[in-house]
């Protein structure tokens, strides 16, 4: 075979591979939710304080493509926590409240990584991994912490949230999707005080957000794996 012919169907293979991928990737776009998310088992009682359900802006559901979220608001002799949880089946659905929030006006101030510790009823091993932001609009602040959740931990990171989201869709285990978990609260008494709040909280949900990928898989579902290779990759 002459080098010309060789780049030809080198060239070729390329062709293939590459319908095949953008094929696969349409395919688990338009696939259906595998899994039903069981977010009004969260307790609208945390710690010492209490919660409402808020109703779900309608416009903001279909922009962001969920197929589940549900808002509610937690208060306590110290401050207020909302809590935002969201679900999609599909890696198109992961939006970055880093870019959520200056879109709104939100001057984000300070971003940084970080850890919590994992609760005991955790179906995961490890820390939550997640974001913590200070933000600011006109002369109002606010605490923000949000962690991206996918069968097997969790990450800080919005890439690779969604590298997760669609490794699984095409490998391991369709229709599974993703959750993000999203607190917020007044920097009050202090900034410190009110990030340790929205730990107790994110280590509190966390179990409820995620739990449904854990339970007995329904028929047609496959079970929840987690990726060794993905994960020695992972921070």
Same mark, same amino acid.
């Given at each position: 075979?002459?080098?010309?012919?060789?780049?030809?169907?080198?060239?070729?293979?390329?062709?293939?591979?590459?319908?095949?991928?953008?094929?696969?990737?349409?395919?688990?776009?338009?696939?259906?939710?595998?899994?039903?998310?069981?977010?009004?088992?969260?307790?609208?009682?945390?710690?010492?304080?209490?919660?409402?359900?808020?109703?779900?802006?309608?416009?903001?559901?279909?922009?962001?493509?969920?197929?589940?979220?549900?808002?509610?608001?937690?208060?306590? +002799?110290? %401050? &207020?926590?909302? *809590? @935002?949880?969201?679900?999609?089946?599909?890696?198109?659905?992961?939006? $970055? /409240? =880093?870019?959520?929030?200056? +879109?709104? %006006? &939100?001057?984000? *101030? @300070?971003?940084?990584?970080?850890?919590?510790?994992?609760?005991?009823? $955790? /179906? =995961?091993?490890?820390?939550?991994?997640?974001?913590?932001?200070? *933000? @600011?609009?006109?002369?109002?602040?606010?605490?923000?912490?949000?962690?991206?959740?996918?069968?097997?931990?969790?990450?800080?990171?919005?890439?690779?949230?969604?590298?997760?989201?669609?490794?699984?869709?095409?490998?391991?285990?369709?229709?599974?999707?993703?959750?993000?978990?999203?607190?917020?609260?007044?920097?009050?008494?202090?900034?410190?005080?009110?990030?340790?709040?929205?730990?107790?909280?994110?280590?509190?949900?966390?179990?409820?957000?995620?739990?449904?990928?854990?339970?007995?898989?329904?028929?047609?579902?496959?079970?929840?794996?987690?990726?060794?290779?993905?994960?020695?990759?992972?921070?």
């Amino acid at each position: 075979m002459s080098a010309i012919t060789r780049r030809y169907v080198a060239a070729l293979v390329a062709m293939v591979v590459t319908a095949a991928a953008v094929e696969g990737i349409h395919t688990i776009s338009e696939a259906p939710a595998a899994y039903e998310p069981r977010f009004e088992q969260l307790s609208l009682g945390i710690a010492d304080y209490k919660g409402e359900e808020l109703e779900v802006d309608e416009s903001i559901f279909h922009f962001l493509g969920a197929d589940a979220m549900i808002e509610r608001l937690y208060s306590g +002799a110290d %401050g &207020w926590v909302s *809590v @935002t949880l969201i679900y999609g089946a599909h890696w198109r659905n992961v939006h $970055s /409240p =880093t870019g959520c929030y200056p +879109a709104q %006006g &939100w001057l984000i *101030v @300070t971003d940084e990584p970080i850890e919590v510790p994992g609760p005991a009823n $955790s /179906p =995961t091993e490890g820390p939550i991994q997640a974001r913590l932001l200070r *933000v @600011t609009k006109n002369e109002e602040q606010r605490l923000a912490m949000f962690a991206f959740c996918h069968p097997g931990g969790t990450t800080s990171d919005w890439t690779w949230q969604a590298v997760k989201v669609m490794f699984g869709q095409l490998f391991t285990q369709r229709g599974a999707g993703g959750v993000i978990i999203i607190l917020n609260t007044a920097p009050t008494p202090s900034p410190a005080a009110g990030a340790e709040r929205m730990k107790q909280f994110l280590a509190e949900i966390y179990p409820y957000a995620v739990g449904f990928w854990y339970e007995e898989p329904a028929t047609g579902r496959s079970e929840v794996r987690h990726d060794p290779v993905l994960s020695t990759m992972e921070h």
